[in-house]
């Protein structure tokens, strides 16, 4: 099972004393189940926010949001892994499945085999201080992983990294992604880290946030990061954001 997400004239706007600040306006977009989408735009558009309630983390909108179903399981990965740093790195994949009621011989079997799906299966007994910060991302995504997610929400999580680890995690999100239909809301700031893991990339305007322009990125699921047509796809959504820096708020 995957889960569908509407957006229906959304509109979210923070209050800090006197001040109001709209992050979204209006904002309508539709995610089939099984889809992959990133969403792009200027800093301040407003792309954290719709994560945050796509995962149900912030209800203060207005307009109207759907999970279909309301019973789909969600897993979410930040820019920073956020790992517990006195809990190994088996542990803390276990420890998701041991507060979902799975005894612990079991979820730290379980936990053995989404590390060594993640490319960590000699890790499971080092702590986090002693993992590097791909590594430690890794063990984020096995996490995540863990509640077998219907709806995969991820915030950034390679922008910390180096390029060539996060180019590795891509690869290996891209053949996760593969292996099980899931729906996936990925916000970067990335165009080509967008074009190259998305089937789908969404533009969203300046301050507030709104939807400017989609690019249907029509490429098999394995793909190659070099591969020349994605920098065609990179420039469609470029122009989209050049677009978007002067449709947000009003002058």
């Known amino acids: ?31 089939e189940a099984g889809s992959f989408t990133a969403i792009v735009g200027p800093s301040g558009g407003g792309k954290t926010t719709l994560l945050h309630i796509a995962a149900g983390l912030d209800t203060q909108y207005t307009g ?8 789909a399981t969600l897993a979410m990965l930040f820019q920073q892994p956020r790992l517990l740093p006195w809990r190994s790195a088996r542990d803390n994949v276990a420890f ?19 590390l060594a799906l993640v490319g960590l299966a000699a890790a499971g007994d ?29 915030d ?28 996936i809301l990925f916000v970067t700031h ?6 190259y893991l998305a089937e789908r990339v969404v533009v969203l305007s300046a301050h507030p946030g709104r939807v400017v322009g989609e690019v249907r990125i029509d490429l098999p699921r394995q793909r190659r990061p070099d591969d020349p047509r ?22």
């Open 96 to 114: 998701v499945l041991e507060t979902r009621g799975v005894t612990t011989p079991d979820a730290r079997r379980r936990a053995d085999e989404l």
């Open 156 to 183: 950034e999580p390679f922008s910390a990294l180096d390029e060539l680890t996060a180019g590795r995690l891509r690869e290996e999100l891209l053949a996760l992604s593969a292996q099980k239909v899931r729906t």
């Open 1 to 31: 099972m995957s889960a569908r997400l509407v957006f229906r004239g959304l509109s979210r706007v923070f209050q800090n004393g006197r001040h109001t600040s709209p992050a979204i306006s209006g904002l309508d977009l539709t995610l």
């Open 190 to 195: 990335d165009i080509a880290e967008a074009c």
């Open 64 to 71: 109207e949001f759907t999970r279909e179903p309301a019973t």
């Open 230 to 251: 994605l920098a065609e796809y990179a420039g469609r959504v470029l122009a989209f954001i050049d677009h978007g820096m002067t449709a947000g708020a009003p002058a």
């Open 126 to 154: 080092k702590f986090p201080a002693q993992l590097s910060g791909g590594m430690q991302q890794r063990v984020a995504l096995a996490r995540a992983l863990a509640v077998d997610p219907d709806l995969l929400l991820m």
